[in-house]
């Protein structure tokens, strides 16, 4: 299978959607954001660059992200292609990933504005296996423990606070929504509402992937 691109705005629930349909396509998620978050965590120069953009809620630049996915697709486990959650954000970034890898499907999780921040700001993940919630919309069945894995630690992420969410939503709408068309030009952009149960969204990216 070729690789897959989930587009949208922050909080439309990339990452969401990704954890629940690694299984049924069988490719690694590739989050951009995951992985830069990583680089920060561990301190290196990457990570040391890419913290004041990602604090500021502004797009890291474009040769940062591309050494990034070029370094990223050399490992074993996407050689039949991965999920990209977050990537490509620029044409410069999509023209770049069309040298790298085909891409068959992008899935636009379209959202509202207005819905973005309550779901920034309520989101929690678990701090072993990653796992996205939701303080109201999609809490851990059990308080203080991960559905998914059974770990008790959870974690909120430094740039989901208001004033940033603005910033990011700011940087969507004029950095990364143009993609949109680029993408409708060649035939493989499938629109989504974002704005349902998870469930649901879930059933309909599965059926455009068919
Ligand atoms: P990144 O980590 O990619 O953040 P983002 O795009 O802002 O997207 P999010 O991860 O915030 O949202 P999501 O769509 O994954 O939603 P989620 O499933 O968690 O990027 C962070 C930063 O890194 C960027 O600002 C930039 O600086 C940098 N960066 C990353 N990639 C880059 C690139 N390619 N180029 C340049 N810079 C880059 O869901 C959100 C919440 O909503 C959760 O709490 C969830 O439980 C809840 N939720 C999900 N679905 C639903 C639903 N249907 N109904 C109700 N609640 C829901
Ligand atoms: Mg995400």
């Not at 630049?61 to 490992?75: G, M």
């Not at 044409?91 to 973005?116: C, G, N």
């Not at 992420?157 to 409708?184: K, M």
Request: proline share 4%.
């Amino acid at each position: 299978m070729d690789s897959i691109v989930l587009f949208g705005p922050p909080g439309a629930g990339k990452g969401t959607q990704a954890q629940r349909i690694m299984e049924s396509t069988g490719l690694p998620q590739v989050s951009t954001g995951d992985m830069l978050r990583a680089a920060v965590a561990a301190g290196t120069a990457t990570g040391i660059e890419a913290k004041r953009y990602m604090d500021a809620g502004q797009l890291v630049p474009d040769e940062v992200i591309i050494a990034l996915i070029k370094d990223r697709i050399q490992d074993s486990d996407a050689s039949n292609g991965v999920m990209f959650d977050g990537f490509p954000r620029t044409i410069p970034q999509a023209e770049a990933l069309s040298e790298i890898t085909e891409v068959s499907h992008v899935i636009a999780i379209e959202v509202p504005d207005e819905r973005i921040v309550e779901r920034i700001c309520g989101r929690y993940t678990c701090g072993s296996c990653s796992a996205v919630y939701h303080d109201t919309f999609n809490p851990v069945s059990v308080e203080g423990i991960c559905d998914n894995c059974g770990a008790g630690e959870f974690k909120r992420r430094a740039d989901d606070n208001a004033d940033t969410v603005l910033s990011r939503l700011g940087a969507y709408h004029d950095q990364t929504s143009p993609l949109a068309q680029w993408y409708e030009s060649k035939g493989i952009f499938h629109v989504i509402d974002g704005d349902r149960a998870i469930d649901e969204i879930t059933n309909d990216i599965l059926s455009a992937l068919k």
